[in-house]
């Protein structure tokens, strides 16, 4: 089950609103608890970030976006799992 997490603490970015939620997770907005940068944070589900291929995906798909420099094309600043053991 899918529960916000909007005022946790991944890295050094604070979950500060809950921009969408699908089938393999959530997306939400976030700001670095010191310097105030914004990005989005893509975190799989509980149930996604438990079986190794979907988890492998996202990674494999962060490391291909973070090859591209484009203005239209997002920063890939960081892949985990949080204290929780969801892959973000």
């Known amino acids: 089950m ?3 997490l909007v005022g946790e603490v991944i890295g050094n970015f604070r979950l500060v609103a809950q921009l969408g939620r699908g089938g393999m997770g959530e997306v939400y907005r976030a700001e670095h608890t010191t310097v105030g940068t914004r990005v989005a ?5 509980a149930e996604m970030s438990a079986d190794g291929e979907y988890v492998q995906r996202l990674f494999n798909e962060a490391r291909a976006v973070s090859r591209i420099r484009h203005p239209g094309v997002v ?3 960081d892949v985990g799992t949080t204290a929780q053991g969801r892959a973000y």
């Open 41 to 45: 944070i893509k975190i799989l589900s």
């Open 2 to 4: 899918l529960g916000s």
């Open 75 to 77: 920063q890939i600043f």
